[in-house]
């Protein structure tokens, strides 16, 4: 079985992210930037599959500049057979990649793609159900467990009040969360061994997808600050500021 | 100019969540349609009737639905889809996992944790872990959007409306299998006045037992940080943060929780905010409104004693 693995460069998990002084956009100058945590967990469920004997290849494509090369390769060294640029400068929303991944879905013929729950820089959560829907296959969102038969695929999902499984017809669309998996550290000799696997770029405009722009951001701001609150020095002191200052008790 | 909102149930009840995605529907303005979408979830339809503000409350009820699942949920509203400019689920397991679905079925963009209505096209959201504010203006016909319940306060039971059948019925692409839900008999997280969380410093599951005591002392829930999550002393749901719960209570108690970034994106709207740590250069401490530095084992007890 091949798989997809849709991947996302992100400003990192740990940078305090930075606002233009006009409000225009996040700044993105001198910022640390990552693969999307989520990402990687769905990469190593992937390499995992592989290692176990069902996955057959295992393909990572990230859309974005020519740097998100850089966080292919981190995919290719984690265990990746082979990778897909697709190449482009637009600013693109959930819907745009998913309609660009749907274009490589058929170029490949992959009967999984296990994606990242969400992205952590747009926060959106949608990537992953948004191409489920253009491909008219099943998701497993949020996925904790996977199991894969030859037709079947088992999904522990979590959900507000728990867990709950489902069986999915393939192909289908998973998407991970935190707890799929511990992603593993590349190695030295596989990050090395990383750069001579099969790279490919794909100009966006050669896929003929509509990735005009559906949403356009008028502002960011920071949100509000909490004013500094205060030390106290024993329980004591704690209760009475909640019964008489907070009044919350 | 009407909005549909989807209704958020367990077959049996409707969760407040639906009341708060209401009221986030009035401050668009226009008609509100609730859609309950289930089997033998009556009992749902009739509560959401008496949500003020709506104007119809559409049902799907048959056995194909019985499990909530998003390809054929996201067909069926899809189907109805075309009397409405906007839209709405909340920003729960189920509203994310069916309403981009619907979006990429429409050709539409979606707007993902709404907090704030600006005008009827015209949203603010959170990005980065809740530490940008993103105020973004849809340009589609259609407004998609998931509105993150902590946001808006519920709707009064006080309206009456009307019933609509709706007669559609499709067949799921997927299979349930089993749900296993954590049992509590405390209130839920995401609606709790009061929330107390504990983090890594607890050591253990059995330690989390003084935490739960304090939450069943103050008629709240137990939460915690994602630390406390993976190193298994509670059950995921339980997290707190960017990629758990987004929770907004009267009063948020973080008992050794150093407060990272993406914990605080899920408590930092909370009114008021109770640290205690043994560490005083948590970060905890920077958005705390009462911080104790002190060991938990010892202030807990002391605290529960003293209420």
């Known amino acids: 079985m091949k798989i997809l693995v849709p991947i996302k460069r992100v400003v990192d998990h740990n940078v305090k992210v930075r606002i233009k002084s006009d409000g225009s956009g996040v700044d993105f100058n001198n910022v640390k930037m990552s693969i999307n945590p989520f990402d990687e967990i769905a990469i190593e469920e992937a390499v995992r599959l592989k290692e176990a004997g069902i996955a057959t290849e295992v393909i990572a494509v990230s859309c974005g500049a020519k740097a998100c090369q850089e966080t292919l390769r981190t995919a290719l060294a984690v265990g990746a057979d082979r990778a897909i640029q697709v190449n482009t400068d637009a600013d693109l929303e959930p819907l745009g990649v998913a309609k660009i991944l749907k274009q490589i879905v058929k170029r490949e013929a992959p009967q999984l793609v296990i994606c990242g729950k969400q992205a952590i820089d747009d926060d959106c959560n949608q990537t992953g159900q948004m191409l489920s829907a253009l491909l008219g296959w099943s998701q497993g969102t949020f996925a904790s467990e996977l199991k894969v038969d030859a037709n079947e695929l088992s999904v522990t999902r979590e959900i507000d009040g728990g867990l709950e499984t489902l069986m999915l017809a393939l192909p289908a669309v998973v998407s991970c969360d935190l707890r799929l998996n511990q992603p593993r550290y590349a190695s030295l000799p596989n990050i090395m061994k990383a750069k001579r696997k099969p790279l490919e770029v794909i100009e966006l405009n050669e896929l003929n997808v509509d990735v005009k722009q559906r949403v356009t951001a008028i502002n960011y701001t920071f949100p509000a600050t909490r004013s500094a609150g205060v030390m106290v020095e024993d329980v004591a002191e704690l209760v009475s500021k909640l019964r008489e200052e907070a009044r919350v008790l | ?307």
């Open chain 2, 1 to 307: 100019m009407a909005i549909l909102i989807l209704a958020e149930h367990d077959n049996a009840s409707l969760k407040l969540d639906t009341a708060k995605v209401v009221a986030c529907g009035q401050a668009i303005g226009g008609d509100i349609d609730v859609l309950v979408v289930g089997h033998n979830c009556d009992g749902v339809a009739s509560e959401a009737q008496q949500l003020t503000g709506v104007r119809n409350v559409l049902l799907a009820d048959s056995a194909s639905y019985a499990n909530h699942l998003a390809e054929n949920i996201s067909e069926l509203v899809l189907g109805v889809a075309s009397d409405y400019e906007h839209v709405l689920a909340p920003a729960s397991s189920f509203g994310k996992d069916v309403l981009p679905r619907v979006a990429a079925l429409l050709d539409v963009s979606q707007l993902s944790e709404v907090v704030e209505v600006v005008s009827s096209d015209t949203f603010v959201r959170p990005i980065y872990a809740g530490s940008v504010l993103a105020t973004v203006q849809s340009l589609d016909d259609k407004k998609v959007m998931t509105v993150r319940s902590s946001a808006f306060d519920a709707v009064a039971t006080d309206g009456n409306a009307e019933r609509v059948p709706l007669a559609q019925d499709m067949a799921a692409q997927s299979e349930f299998v089993e749900q296993s839900l954590t049992e509590s008999e405390r209130p839920e997280l995401g609606s709790a006045s009061v929330v107390v969380s504990g983090g890594r410093a607890l050591g253990n599951s059995e330690n989390f037992g003084i935490l739960e005591q304090l939450a069943d002392k103050l008629g709240g829930a137990v939460g915690a940080s994602r630390a406390a999550v993976d190193a298994g002393f509670v059950p995921n749901d339980l997290q707190v943060g960017q990629t758990g719960k987004i929770v907004a209570p009267d009063l948020y108690i973080a008992v050794g929780i150093s407060g990272a970034i993406q914990h605080l994106a899920g408590m930092k709207d909370s009114k008021v905010i109770v640290a205690i740590n043994k560490d005083p250069e948590a970060p905890i401490f920077q958005i705390a409104d009462y911080g104790l530095e002190a060991d938990l084992f010892e202030a807990v007890p002391e605290l529960l004693a003293k209420l």
